[in-house]
């Protein structure tokens, strides 16, 4: 039998199985609420055509019923962790406002799962279906406490982060104010030049007044008014130099 007639025939007896639901909930609505018994046997004919839609990929040919199309989605998912289906042990019924819940219990090779088939108030309408894998206490645990791990090392990775931006703040502060501390100071040359020229003038007052005198004698002035003597330099070159 080829892939598509496989498809065709699961639709068809998930299509049979919802008809069938509802054919028991019009007759029970009448005379009374579904029976346990009914219950289990329309959850667990439920539950393996659900595990056949999605074994054979027709999950998508249910994309109009937000209900069956939900319910195959969340049993797909749930089977990574329950492994093979093996079968149903038991279900039970409950009732409320809204209609009724079935619970089926469902077997599986590495995790059981309750599967939740919630019915409307007329008992005709399948409305939801829910997946919920059975995990140990370990499990459990060992979850909570990865979750708690992940959560908290992403917040001391955050608190780490900023803590090394304001350090890269307080590093870049540091190094402007050692650039600014290396950079030379401006020059105070004439200053100095000036006060040494005035020390110069003030030590040697006499040896100024002599040589305005000769520099007067030598231009034929009759006085050294118009002359003014700045400074006075030592000169380094051998009198030979200068001869």
Not at 17 to 32: D, F, H, I, R, Y
Not at 174 to 192: L, M, R, T
Request: contains cysteine.
């Amino acid at each position: 039998m080829c892939v598509s007639m496989k498809k065709l025939l699961v639709i068809l007896g998930m299509i049979t199985c919802m008809a069938t639901l509802a054919a028991c909930g019009q007759e029970e609505s009448v005379n009374g609420p579904i029976s346990p018994e009914q219950a289990l046997q329309d959850g667990t004919t439920i539950v393996e055509q659900m595990n056949a839609v999605v074994v054979n990929g027709a999950t998508e040919q249910f994309a109009s019923d937000p209900a069956t199309y939900n319910g195959c989605l969340g049993w797909e998912s749930a089977l990574k962790d329950i492994g093979t289906y093996e079968g149903v042990d038991g279900a039970a019924i409950a009732y409320n406002d809204e209609g009724a819940v079935i619970t089926v219990n469902v077997l599986g090779s590495s995790h059981n799962a309750e599967v939740e088939l919630t019915i409307d108030n007329t008992y005709t309408r399948l409305t939801g279906i829910t997946t919920n894998v059975k995990y140990s206490m370990g499990e459990i645990l060992f979850k909570a406490l990865m979750n708690t791990l992940i959560g908290m090392g992403t917040v001391f990775a955050v608190l780490i982060l900023i803590s090394l931006i304001i350090s890269c703040f307080t590093l870049i502060s540091k190094f402007e104010s050692k650039q600014k501390k290396e950079e030379p100071a401006p020059a105070a040359a004439p200053v100095v030049q000036q006060i040494e020229t005035r020390e110069e003038l003030s030590d040697d007052t006499e040896l100024v007044a002599v040589i305005a005198a000769a520099i007067a004698a030598y231009e034929g002035a009759a006085s050294t008014d118009g002359f003014v003597v700045r400074s006075i330099r030592k000169s380094n070159k051998s009198k030979w130099q200068n001869a």
